[in-house]
């Protein structure tokens, strides 16, 4: 069995109404979540609604809980001739990756879209970065179980979010610009917002109005980038400076989004963003060994 890198990437647990935290302590909630569907593994599937996504799921298959947190193994799957996951696996009130075997059995759920492990604490949640599978994706699966176990979330349409950590050591007035790249796809409703306008809805508006009007904007736009110019924030409080750029990060969804200095020079992502690699043990060329992983992510929450 070999080791390989992993990267581990810290993100902060953040309300999506300042008046949740006052009530609700959301440890203490996912807890009580993963509890309620500890019998049965298959109760804790999502099922995608989208139609390019038919007969998709993603689902919490092992969880483990410690003075930490909460580690959990998250699967995304989909149907497939090489199937992996059987039905006797979602029967089952956990199952770990060693679990999954190649089979030519009946009653088939699905093969393996991608995978990943989180820990979640009271604060923070670091996960094993991959790009089958996306933080936002992760949200989004948090707050339909926590809707969808307890009452008192049932008509909330969102309950957390997870932006992106900024190192502590990171300096934010050394930003000047921040250039998106093209890949970029901005949120509807985000913070960032309080500092920019909506960028998507200007342009098209502008198109809409001008003398192309009557034209796809889809077909007009080749290619596009946007810069956004970041007011320095007061030097007496650098969280605030911190605080922009993570709603930057945290709205434009792209791994093209590029930090440029006073200077005109790059800023690199690792003196940035909360992160670290470390080197796991893989029980077979696929999946990596949980226990392990569980082990250094607490070792990194410690670290921060």
């Not at 030097?235 to 792209?254: C, F, H, M, Y």
């Amino acid at each position: 069995m070999a080791k390989k890198p992993v990267k581990l990437v810290c993100f902060d647990i953040v309300p999506e109404e300042e008046k949740i935290t006052k009530r609700f302590n959301f440890l203490k909630d996912m807890k009580e979540a993963l509890d309620a569907t500890k019998d049965v593994s298959g109760n804790r599937a999502r099922e995608l609604a989208e139609l390019a996504e038919s007969g998709e799921q993603q689902l919490i298959s092992k969880f483990s809980v410690s003075s930490d947190g909460i580690f959990c193994s998250f699967l995304h799957l989909k149907a497939g001739a090489v199937s992996l996951i059987t039905n006797d696996l979602f029967s089952k009130p956990s199952f770990s990756f060693s679990d999954i075997k190649e089979t030519n059995e009946k009653g088939i759920k699905g093969h393996i879209k991608g995978y990943t492990c989180f820990l979640l604490t009271d604060k923070v949640f670091i996960w094993k970065s991959t790009r089958d599978i996306t933080t936002s994706e992760i949200s989004l699966y948090i707050n339909w179980l926590l809707k969808k176990a307890l009452p008192k979330y049932a008509t909330r349409n969102s309950i957390i979010s997870l932006k992106q950590k900024i190192k502590k050591t990171f300096d934010p007035l050394t930003v000047k610009s921040i250039s998106i790249g093209n890949d970029v796809k901005i949120k509807k409703e985000s913070t960032i917002e309080t500092y920019i306008s909506p960028i998507k809805e200007s342009l098209l508006n502008a198109i809409k109005e001008s003398a192309l009007r009557g034209l796809d904007p889809d077909a007009i736009i080749l290619d596009a980038s946007v810069i956004l110019k970041i007011q320095k924030p007061r030097k007496t409080d650098p969280d605030e400076g911190r605080r922009v750029i993570q709603s930057v990060l945290n709205a434009v969804k792209s791994d093209d989004t590029i930090l440029t200095d006073k200077n005109g020079n790059q800023i690199k992502e690792n003196s940035v963003k909360e992160a670290k690699e470390v080197r796991v043990t893989y029980i077979t060329d696929n999946f990596l060994d949980e226990a392990e992983l569980e082990h250094e992510m607490q070792l990194y929450l410690k670290e921060l």
